[in-house]
C-alpha cells in the first residue's frame, strides 16, 4: 500500500507536481460506502493530480484534481453503477487559518503540516462528494428488464441506419 505524506506547505512553495492513483481498498471509509463485490472485475482507481502553486493566490496554494468512478447501488433499480467524479480544490497552506475563507467557498485552507497525508485528504474529499441518494440518470426501471425482453440487437441497428 502506497502512503503519499508530504510537506503540504514546502510542496507549494517549491511548485512540485505529483501525479499519481491508489485502489479505493486502500481507503477503508470510503469502501464501507461503496459496493465492492466480487463481480467488480477492475478494483475502482483514484487518480489523482496535485500541483503546488506560490503566485497564483500570491501565497502557497495547492490545487488537486482527483478522477474516479465509484460503484454503488442506485436508489431506484438498486442496481449497482458507478458513479464517475471528477473534482478540483484549491487549496491555500498557512500556518493560521484564513478568516476571510469564509466567504469564499471556492477556496479550502489547509494548515500547514509538514506530514500531511494526502490520501485521507483525497479520502475525505471523494467522502463529500459521493451523492447520498445515488441513481441512474436515465430512467433505469426500464432498463432492469426482465427476461425475454431484451431488445434484438439487430432491430436497434437498423433504426439506427437509413
Ligand atoms: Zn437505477
Given at each position: 500500500?502506497?502512503?503519499?505524506?508530504?510537506?503540504?506547505?514546502?510542496?507549494?512553495?517549491?511548485?512540485q507536481?505529483?501525479?499519481?492513483?491508489?485502489?479505493?481498498?486502500?481507503c477503508?471509509?470510503?469502501?464501507?460506502?461503496?459496493v465492492?463485490?466480487?463481480?467488480?472485475?477492475?478494483?475502482?482507481?483514484?487518480?489523482?493530480?496535485?500541483?503546488?502553486?506560490?503566485k497564483?493566490?500570491?501565497?502557497?496554494s495547492?490545487?488537486?484534481?482527483?478522477?474516479?468512478?465509484?460503484p454503488?447501488?442506485?436508489?431506484?433499480?438498486?442496481e449497482?453503477?458507478?458513479?464517475?467524479?471528477?473534482?478540483?480544490?484549491?487549496?491555500?497552506?498557512?500556518?493560521v487559518?484564513?478568516?476571510?475563507?469564509?466567504?469564499?467557498?471556492?477556496?479550502?485552507w489547509?494548515?500547514?503540516n509538514?506530514?500531511?497525508?494526502?490520501?485521507?485528504?483525497?479520502?475525505?474529499?471523494?467522502?463529500?462528494?459521493?451523492?447520498?441518494?445515488?441513481?441512474?440518470?436515465?430512467?433505469?426501471?426500464?432498463?432492469?428488464?426482465?427476461?425475454?425482453e431484451?431488445?434484438?440487437?439487430?432491430?436497434?441497428?437498423?433504426?439506427?441506419?437509413?
Amino acid at each position: 500500500m502506497k502512503t503519499f505524506i508530504i510537506n503540504n506547505l514546502e510542496f507549494a512553495q517549491t511548485q512540485q507536481k505529483l501525479i499519481d492513483t491508489f485502489e479505493v481498498f486502500d481507503c477503508k471509509r470510503l469502501t464501507e460506502m461503496l459496493v465492492i463485490q466480487d463481480k467488480n472485475v477492475e478494483p475502482a482507481t483514484i487518480l489523482f493530480e496535485l500541483a503546488g502553486d506560490c503566485k497564483r493566490f500570491r501565497q502557497p496554494s495547492m490545487h488537486l484534481n482527483i478522477r474516479t468512478k465509484l460503484p454503488v447501488i442506485c436508489q431506484r433499480c438498486l442496481e449497482e453503477m458507478l458513479v464517475e467524479l471528477d473534482l478540483s480544490f484549491d487549496y491555500l497552506i498557512s500556518k493560521v487559518a484564513i478568516n476571510e475563507l469564509d466567504e469564499n467557498d471556492e477556496m479550502d485552507w489547509l494548515e500547514a503540516n509538514i506530514e500531511m497525508n494526502l490520501q485521507e485528504l483525497i479520502e475525505d474529499e471523494l467522502l463529500l462528494a459521493l451523492p447520498i441518494a445515488p441513481t441512474h440518470e436515465n430512467s433505469c426501471g426500464k432498463l432492469s428488464m426482465q427476461s425475454g425482453e431484451k431488445p434484438n440487437p439487430f432491430a436497434i441497428l437498423k433504426g439506427k441506419i437509413k
